[in-house]
RNA sequence: GUCCCCGUAGCUCAGUGGAUAGAGCGCGGGACUUCUAAUCCCGGCGUCGCAGGUUCAAAUCCUGCCGGGGACACCA
């Protein structure tokens, strides 16, 4: 598909050049259109190219149509249509080849050198070590994982990272909790719950561990250095937690990288010297402030509040210059929807150290809806009730799970189907393609039982309009996956491939592969091992599992 | 009040400045002595929130307005 594009592509420009108008070859691109009955590939050159050479788009059109149908080789038909479109139509023959192609390239198929080799740093879930990961969590660790999976595939080297923030307010506040869940694990009375402090029964799993851990604890009156050691054993237990479900959910991160070891390092103090030398600081009503209103925030920051403590940014600036400090291109952030006012001074503060701003980039992931025969389940953080990602991952399992957040714009609030996401039917989009897998697998589990001369398979037998349109999904698939990659948008793939699991089913359905004439049967098994190996790829690029039977 | 996201079919949502705006669900009809019917086929005029603007061309870009959600601490 890609050598179709750029042929015509280039043959356009030659005859733009030709003409004597070669600086407009840049207006010869070359698309896939959205819908059918457009041809394969489309142009829209003449209309724009119209005006510069002073003649009606559709004379233009027809002109090129005549000149490209006969100079590219795999085109079966150029015409001119609508208001100045260039239609092609691609020889079945040639589209076939794309069979080849696949067998050919294994797992190379789909892949390209898009990144040049760029270094990303993709950022997510990062949950607070205080408690389950919820729902909205599991929706970023989709996104996340499945970005990378992509980006990787494109050419870049992203490396997935989950920012622990175990040295904050909120670790102490969770010691707080740990030490009243001890107590009243030894029968202590301790009256009415103290507001602030979490609520939350899992709290009492960490301090029945940390009890275990610590036989000895005797404790009776609480204290910071107290609620600090605990909370310094709850966050690292909830962490361990985190990354054994994340696990199970088949999301793994390169990188771990602990707020605590950024202050221990002094990287909160570096990063405010740093502002400082380069004139970005000034001092007022005994704070300090970081210039960001010069540099496009909405105002000024604190940096150092007046009782000379950091505010949350500055050791989130420090481990944000440290992302770049460490080599990365690219830098890109998935966060909740609550932090989008965050945006504006993390731009100011890459721009401030010299770092290129557009290369940080924030993904803001929307937050879920569970909804059951169009009720909404209710989920609420307020006195310590969770629907956690573990509790999805029973339900629904990993697959569906997976799929469902990955099938919609991540910046949008999605509701989350509970009924549908259950069904074990082509009613369940993951299942309709996971099924088309199956399928697959047990037609060739079947040819390989059999016996069979040793036949080349020839291109020319996959003609029926069903099995062209299996091919044309197949060719389609690298452009998708380039596509995901750049535009940082995994719910491309999700679309496609039940796309590429529809064409499939329709031919499957309407055409035999196993007792037709032999160097049909072989044809048509290529075209079944093609399908088979593009849904494959593109199901782990969601981290999705390939089942052989169902 | 300022800023951000969203507004597309009954519902949930795709949609890359291009043509007659698509998919899934739901609903109705049809197709199984055949490789998995867990499937397939047929059935869609919807003020793309509204109004302007830019463009040969706008759901898409710009401005304003309306509606929904969120963010706007010397909290984290």
Not at 90 to 95: A, F, G, K, S, V
Not at 105 to 125: M, N
Not at 404 to 411: G, H, Q, T, W
Not at 446 to 465: C, F, K, N, T, Y
Request: proline fraction near 5%; charged fraction near 20%; include cysteine.
């Amino acid at each position: 598909m890609d050598d179709a594009r750029s042929a015509i592509r280039d043959s356009i420009a030659q005859w733009l050049e030709d003409k004597g108008h070669g600086g407009l070859a840049a207006e010869a691109s070359v698309d896939i259109p959205t819908e059918g009955g457009h041809g394969d590939l489309t142009s829209s050159v003449c209309l724009r190219a119209a005006k510069s050479l002073k003649t009606a788009p559709q004379a233009l059109a027809r002109e090129l149509a005549e000149f490209l149908g006969s100079h590219v080789p795999m085109v079966a038909a150029a015409e001119a249509a609508g208001p100045g479109f260039l239609n092609f139509t691609l020889q079945t023959p040639w589209l076939a080849q794309v069979v080849n192609d696949i067998r050919v390239q294994g797992p190379a198929y789909g892949r390209s050198d898009t990144g040049q080799g760029q270094r990303v740093l993709i950022e997510f879930v990062s949950a607070n070590p205080t408690g389950p990961l919820v729902i909205v969590s599991g929706r970023a660790a989709a996104v996340g994982d499945s970005l990378a999976r992509i980006m990787n595939a494109s050419g870049y080297r992203a490396d997935r990272e989950f920012y622990v923030n175990n040295a904050g307010n909120q670790v102490m506040k969770l010691g707080q909790a740990m030490f009243l869940r001890i107590l009243e694990l030894r029968g202590q009375a301790i009256g009415d719950w103290p507001e602030g402090v979490y609520p939350g029964e899992y709290v009492v799993d960490v301090a029945r561990q940390y009890l275990q851990a610590h036989p000895e604890f005797a404790a009776e009156a609480g204290g910071e250095a107290l609620f600090w050691e605990l909370g310094q054993f709850g966050a690292e237990s909830f962490r361990k937690v985190h990354e054994a479900v994340l696990a199970a959910f088949g999301v793994t991160f390169e990188h771990w990288t602990y707020e605590k070891d950024l202050r221990d390092q002094q990287a909160p103090e570096q990063v405010v010297a740093r502002l400082e030398a380069l004139g970005f600081v000034r001092e007022a009503d005994g704070a300090k402030w970081f210039l960001s209103e010069q540099l496009g925030d909405d105002k000024d920051r604190v940096l150092v509040k007046s009782d000379g403590a950091y505010t949350y940014f500055v050791p989130d600036a420090a481990y944000h210059a440290q992302k770049f400090e460490r080599g990365y291109d690219w830098v890109i952030d998935l966060l909740g929807p609550d932090h989008h006012g965050y945006i504006g001074r993390m731009r100011a503060l890459v721009t401030a150290l010299g770092f290129p701003a557009d290369h940080l980039e924030i993904m803001i992931i929307q937050l879920v809806r569970l909804v059951r025969d169009g009720q909404v389940v209710r989920m609420s953080k307020r006195g310590g009730q969770f629907v956690t990602l573990e509790q999805l991952i029973d339900e629904v399992g990993v697959d569906p799970a997976r799929f469902f957040f990955l099938e919609r714009a991540p910046n949008t609030p999605m509701d989350f189907d509970l009924g549908l996401a259950e069904l074990k039917s082509s009613d369940n989009p993951v299942f309709y393609i996971q099924y088309a897998t199956a399928r697959i697998h047990s037609v060739l589990r079947q040819w390989r039982e059999g016996v069979h001369a040793d036949l080349v398979w020839e291109p020319a037998l996959l003609s029926q309009p069903l099995e062209r349109r299996v091919l044309f999904a197949l060719a389609r698939y690298p452009d998708i996956v380039r596509r995901a990659a750049m535009d940082r948008a995994p719910q491309y793939l999700p679309k496609y491939l039940t796309e590429l699991a529809q064409a499939f089913h329709a031919f499957y359905r309407q055409h035999r592969i196993l007792d037709e004439a032999p160097a049909i049967t072989m044809a048509r098994i290529a075209l079944c091992e093609a399908t088979l190996s593009v849904l494959s790829l593109g199901l782990g690029l969601l981290g999705i599992s390939v089942p052989e039977q169902m």
